[in-house]
């Protein structure tokens, strides 16, 4: 149980630097070091992997550290977009 909350930690920092990495993100509207949050994306989600293999068995590790970053990379981008449409639309 000690390992979850770091691992959960890692994994939600690693995914949302591999997000703003991308082109088309929506986090901001500054120019991001894209070099630098892949490389701090991909060495954090290894290391969320680590410790959720430390915590459980290999199948039930990828699948929980699959099933993160798809919730990270799927659910931000909506709720983003959604606030600044109605930030732009109901003002």
């Not at 459980?56 to 990379?73: E, I, Q, S, Y």
Request: glycine letters at 6%.
């Amino acid at each position: 149980m000690m390992l979850a909350i770091p691992a959960i930690l890692l994994l939600t920092f690693g995914a949302l630097c591999l997000y703003a990495a991308a082109p088309h993100q929506v986090l901001t509207t500054r120019r991001l070091n894209a070099k630098a949050l892949r490389l701090a994306g991909a060495v954090a989600l290894v290391a969320a992997l680590v410790l959720l293999l430390l915590m459980m068995g290999p199948a039930a590790a990828v699948f929980t550290w699959t099933t993160g970053m798809m919730l990270l990379w799927s659910v931000p981008p909506v709720v983003l977009r959604w606030a600044r449409f109605r930030k732009e639309n109901i003002g």
